[in-house]
């Protein structure tokens, strides 16, 4: 299982993801779920992955060959608007899905599938955030909930429903990240560090801030200690019963 989170602000686009792809009580292995495709001054994307992790990767790969084959009919260097970019990335997870498919029936080892969220900018048009489902349809993010989350996502979203807005700058929309992703690693196990965190400024057409935390890093050690002194505090502060008085 995987836990990644998109954010959109009006200053631009926060992307945060774990980087665990298999839990289990003697085998833990980590793979980076965040992809980045940046034409500087033209046009950037990030994609974060979730699922089946054959399947991402070679989606990914087939992302990554078409760029370089500069007589492929369709890439993310061709595309005019940022749908038709995750309708060529759905396309393309629905068609390696298809390829998997029979083998995967064969052995018994359950659905190829795997889900994205695409985000960027491209010049001439705003940054948005698409999440991609593993039948190759998509949807964006809604003003009144301007976040996309695939994998683990239900401990991770109290926070961003009470803090994200258009308005929450970068900086608090990557602290808020952050603190979905920890309240998640601490209720499910699958998920795990390090955690990968890149802010996108809207215009700029360059990923210019990615940092990986991990358990250990000072930074993330004070973000989780504050977070829980904080949570402390606010309950701490409930309203007592009339029986307490």
């Excluded at 046009?43 to 974060?48: A, E, K, P, Q």
């Excluded at 995967?104 to 048009?125: C, D, R, V, Y």
């Amino acid at each position: 299982m995987s836990y990644c989170v998109a954010i959109k602000v009006n200053d631009g686009l926060v992307f945060a993801s774990d980087s665990r792809t298999n839990a289990g009580v003697d085998y833990v292995s980590v793979y980076s779920k965040m992809h980045a495709f940046c034409t500087p001054g033209e046009r950037m994307f990030v994609l974060l992955t979730a699922g089946n992790l054959a399947t991402s990767q070679a989606v990914v790969n087939l992302i990554r060959r078409d760029l370089e084959d500069v007589a492929a009919r369709e890439s993310l260097s061709t595309v005019n608007y940022l749908f038709d970019a995750a309708h060529y990335v759905g396309a393309l997870n629905a068609r390696v899905q298809t390829q998997h498919a029979e083998m995967f029936e064969k052995s018994g080892g359950g659905k190829p599938e795997a889900t994205f969220i695409l985000g960027g900018q491209i010049m001439g048009g705003d940054p948005d955030i698409f999440l991609i489902y593993p039948e190759g349809n998509y949807i964006t993010a809604s003003e009144d909930k301007p976040y996309l989350q695939i994998g683990e996502n239900k401990y991770g979203k109290p926070i961003l429903d009470r803090i994200i807005s258009p308005n929450t700058s970068l900086e608090d929309a990557s602290r808020c990240a952050l603190v979905s992703l920890d309240s998640t690693m601490r209720a499910n196990v699958s998920v795990g560090p390090p955690l990968e965190l890149s802010i996108y400024d809207r215009d700029s057409f360059e990923l210019g801030r990615r940092i990986s935390l991990k358990l250990a890093s000072p930074f993330y050690k004070t973000l989780q200690k504050r977070w829980n002194e904080g949570l402390k505090r606010a309950f701490n502060r409930l309203p007592r019963f009339d029986w307490e008085q």
